[in-house]
């Protein structure tokens, strides 16, 4: 299963709101994770199962949809959000994941 | 607290060998699936392997398959991935992560570099 994430970078300022796009190339129910990673670090888990927060992330975080479209949004931009986010789709092995999306200041 | 810690990366010629190792500390590991996720220099993430909670099922990515082996000792809390043939696409760092529904505990990688 091939995941196509859009765009691949977005500038945004504080405050602003922040979609990300991800595309699945087949069905995956709402098998599907999204992840924050900073530079350096390992990726952080913020979605999972589409639409559910992970314990400990702020709840201007939020994800949806089902099938082969979905969205992270983030609310109001804060200065600790500024990182790529990755989707991930948990449906079938093996595990792929979307190319990425940084978001960068404006 | 719940961590894992990889070991084992390093330098490595091509064709050569390596073996990683994961700690997991702070939680039941024998209940979990444990994944490898490998990170290039400057590119995206990308799923490697997997292995069931007992040991028993496990998957890899096509471009690891015959060539990358993951085991799992339960008895002492450690997941394994022993590399052979490695080439220079195989650089990057190395990840172990816990989880069925997305990972939500990752370690903090250890960096695997194939270079002459």
């Known amino acids: 299963i091939q995941m196509t994430q859009s765009p691949s970078s977005v500038s945004a300022s504080v405050g602003d709101r922040v979609t990300i796009t991800c595309r699945a190339s087949?069905?995956?129910?709402?098998?599907l994770a999204w992840y924050q990673q900073k530079p350096g670090k390992a990726p952080q888990l913020v979605i999972y199962a589409a639409s559910s927060l992970q314990r400990g992330v702020p709840s201007r975080f939020s994800g949806s949809g089902s099938g082969t479209d979905f969205t992270l949004t983030i609310s109001s931009l804060q200065p600790e959000d500024f990182a790529t986010y990755y989707c991930q789709q948990t449906n079938s092995f093996p595990r792929t994941f979307g190319q990425g999306t940084k978001v960068e200041v404006k | 607290q719940e961590q894992l810690v990889e070991s084992g990366g390093g330098v490595v010629q091509p064709g050569g060998s390596l073996r990683l190792s994961c700690a997991a500390s702070g939680f039941a590991f024998s209940t979990y699936a444990m994944h490898w996720v490998r990170q290039a220099p400057g590119e995206g993430l990308a799923w490697v392997a997997v292995?069931?909670?007992?040991?028993?099922?496990?998957v890899y990515a096509d471009s690891v398959k015959g060539r990358f082996s993951i085991s799992r000792d339960n008895s002492k809390n450690m997941l394994f991935l022993e590399m052979y043939s490695l080439t220079r696409d195989d650089t990057a760092v190395y990840y172990c992560?816990?989880?069925?529904?997305?990972?939500?505990?990752w370690g903090r990688g250890t960096q695997v570099t194939v270079s002459s």
């Open positions: 292995m069931s909670y007992d040991a028993i099922n496990k």
């Open positions: 087949q069905g995956i129910s709402t098998s």
């Open positions: 992560a816990r989880g069925p529904q997305g990972y939500d505990l």
